[in-house]
């Protein structure tokens, strides 16, 4: 077998067998294969798509690259959810402790942010002590002391997947479908749950900026779930605006304190609870306490608590705060009809929230707190959000990226928060 055969199959629209991927992608990961080269078999396959069965293969191939976790030993069956990403995405945080409290185990590896999206990492690091490396044994010991737990993912586990991501990253080899599917879903299966709820995002603060494009990701990753024996389904929803008030490290953890408190804003508390539901439901788990309950009566709380000092963190000491802030405030009175996530998103990365590298640090204190959302009625000079950062002379670029992001005027013409939901 050797490298340009497989690039130039794909290259000519054919299909790629299961002995050339298999090849490839070990060969790859061993360094046997040359950067360029899977780099133009990337962008081959971004042009020439992938079937099924080839997307199968390649999945299979990259979860074969490296270690499978097993939580067969565990008394309760694990479920997860894994969000495609967008700007106030602080569902994990309320949503794991939650699914736990209803009777889930939830084994949970998480990433850090790059560009205008957040990590949930980069949230929970913002929590004094809170740390996100554990060992193999540490991170079974969390999940059966508190039923959750969130951390990174080791340099074991789908290996091809790191290098190639970070390939792709820079060949512009990203918005490839069967790319996004297999790479997201041989990181989920590699972890080993037994249940997945996928959250597709669409909108301009997302990936995938249409329905369609959204569901046929969506619908390629619930095959693959499927396929690998995991019980997978897809909820579609709207990353058109950013989810919740909060976005940014810290702030994102306090919103997300507030909906285990039984508060916060009525979007991030409708989709936790959802998801928490479609994760019982795909773990087989009936007829136990229902997550809304589980808000109001303290036990997710609870969970969240042993959850995040069986980790180090402290809940005691006070989140980070930035040093500045700033007030933008409406031009004018009327409806809120826009307020777009990727701008917002943009502001909040320029004031600190996010990085540009992956070595970049952040600031945790940094972000965005929104006081209006679409569909409400805001008046002339009253705050529409506050901007905070550390460095002040991060206000102008960031409030650049505001200049176009909302507009007060006709009604919203909003996607529905729970746009579709997919199943095998
Ligand atoms: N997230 C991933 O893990 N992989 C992709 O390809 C895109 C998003």
Same mark, same amino acid.
């Given at each position: 077998?050797?490298?340009? &055969?497989? #690039?130039?199959?794909?290259?000519? /629209?054919?299909?790629?067998?299961?002995?050339?991927?298999?090849?490839? #992608?070990?060969?790859?990961?061993? /360094?046997?294969?040359? !950067?360029?080269?899977?780099?133009?078999?990337?962008?081959?396959?971004?042009?020439?798509?992938?079937?099924?069965? !080839?997307?199968?293969?390649?999945?299979?191939?990259?979860?074969?690259? /490296?270690?499978?976790?097993?939580?067969?030993?565990?008394?309760?069956?694990?479920?997860?959810?894994?969000?495609?990403?967008?700007?106030?995405?602080?569902?994990?945080?309320?949503?794991?402790?939650?699914?736990?409290? *209803?009777?889930?185990?939830?084994?949970?590896?998480?990433?850090?942010?790059?560009?205008?999206?957040?990590?949930?990492?980069?949230?929970?690091?913002?929590?004094?002590?809170?740390?996100?490396?554990?060992?193999?044994? !540490?991170?079974?010991?969390?999940?059966?002391?508190?039923?959750?737990?969130? *951390?990174?993912?080791?340099?074991?586990?789908?290996?091809? &997947?790191?290098?190639?991501?970070?390939?792709?990253?820079?060949?512009?080899?990203?918005?490839? %479908?069967?790319?996004?599917?297999?790479?997201?879903?041989?990181?989920? %299966?590699?972890?080993?749950? $037994?249940?997945?709820?996928?959250?597709?995002?669409?909108?301009?603060?997302?990936?995938?900026?249409?329905?369609?494009?959204?569901?046929?990701?969506?619908?390629?990753?619930?095959?693959?779930?499927?396929?690998?024996?995991?019980?997978?389904?897809?909820?579609?929803?709207?990353?058109?605006?950013?989810?919740?008030?909060?976005?940014?490290?810290?702030?994102?953890?306090?919103?997300?304190?507030?909906?285990?408190? @039984? $508060?916060?804003?009525?979007?991030?508390?409708?989709?936790?609870?959802?998801?928490?539901?479609?994760?019982?439901?795909?773990?087989?788990?009936?007829?136990?306490?229902?997550?809304?309950?589980?808000?109001?009566?303290?036990?997710?709380?609870?969970?969240?608590?042993?959850?995040?000092?069986?980790?180090? $963190?402290?809940?005691?000491?006070?989140?980070?705060?930035?040093?500045?802030?700033?007030?933008?405030?409406?031009?004018?009175?009327?409806?809120?009809?826009?307020?777009?996530?990727?701008?917002?998103?943009?502001?909040?990365?320029?004031? @600190?929230?996010?990085?540009?590298?992956?070595?970049?640090?952040?600031?945790? $204190?940094?972000?965005?707190?929104?006081?209006?959302?679409?569909?409400?009625?805001?008046?002339? @000079?009253?705050?529409?959000?506050?901007?905070?950062?550390? &460095?002040?002379?991060?206000?102008?670029?960031?409030?650049?990226?505001?200049?176009?992001?909302?507009?007060?005027?006709?009604?919203?013409?909003?996607?529905?928060? %729970? %746009?579709?939901?997919?199943?095998?």
């Amino acid at each position: 077998m050797d490298a340009i &055969d497989v #690039i130039t199959t794909k290259r000519d /629209g054919r299909e790629l067998s299961r002995e050339q991927i298999d090849w490839m #992608i070990d060969a790859y990961t061993r /360094g046997a294969v040359a !950067e360029e080269q899977m780099a133009a078999l990337a962008m081959a396959v971004l042009l020439n798509g992938m079937d099924r069965r !080839e997307i199968a293969d390649w999945t299979r191939a990259m979860i074969a690259s /490296g270690e499978r976790m097993d939580w067969s030993g565990l008394d309760r069956p694990t479920a997860d959810k894994h969000s495609t990403g967008g700007v106030g995405d602080k569902i994990t945080l309320p949503l794991a402790p939650l699914a736990a409290a *209803c009777g889930a185990a939830v084994p949970q590896l998480s990433g850090r942010g790059l560009g205008h999206t957040g990590g949930t990492l980069d949230k929970l690091e913002s929590i004094p002590g809170w740390r996100a490396s554990l060992s193999g044994t !540490e991170m079974l010991g969390v999940l059966r002391d508190a039923g959750a737990v969130v *951390c990174a993912a080791g340099s074991g586990l789908a290996p091809a &997947d790191r290098k190639l991501y970070a390939l792709r990253d820079v060949t512009g080899t990203v918005e490839s %479908i069967p790319l996004i599917a297999s790479s997201i879903m041989s990181k989920k %299966i590699a972890e080993g749950t $037994g249940s997945l709820v996928l959250d597709v995002k669409v909108g301009s603060g997302a990936f995938m900026k249409t329905v369609e494009r959204a569901r046929e990701l969506a619908r390629t990753m619930v095959e693959l779930g499927t396929d690998a024996g995991v019980r997978t389904v897809a909820l579609l929803t709207a990353m058109d605006r950013p989810l919740g008030l909060a976005v940014g490290n810290a702030l994102e953890v306090a919103e997300s304190v507030e909906v285990l408190a @039984g $508060g916060g804003p009525s979007d991030v508390v409708e989709l936790t609870v959802r998801l928490a539901r479609e994760m019982l439901a795909a773990a087989g788990i009936t007829g136990g306490k229902d997550p809304e309950d589980a808000l109001k009566d303290g036990s997710a709380m609870d969970t969240w608590r042993r959850m995040i000092t069986a980790q180090g $963190g402290d809940l005691d000491a006070p989140l980070p705060r930035a040093a500045e802030t700033h007030t933008v405030l409406a031009p004018a009175s009327g409806v809120l009809s826009h307020l777009d996530a990727y701008a917002v998103g943009v502001a909040a990365w320029r004031l @600190g929230a996010g990085r540009a590298r992956k070595e970049d640090p952040v600031s945790f $204190g940094a972000g965005i707190v929104l006081h209006a959302k679409p569909g409400d009625v805001v008046q002339e @000079g009253t705050p529409l959000m506050t901007l905070h950062t550390d &460095d002040p002379s991060r206000f102008p670029r960031a409030q650049d990226s505001l200049s176009d992001a909302y507009t007060i005027g006709p009604a919203p013409a909003l996607l529905p928060l %729970i %746009i579709d939901r997919l199943t095998p």
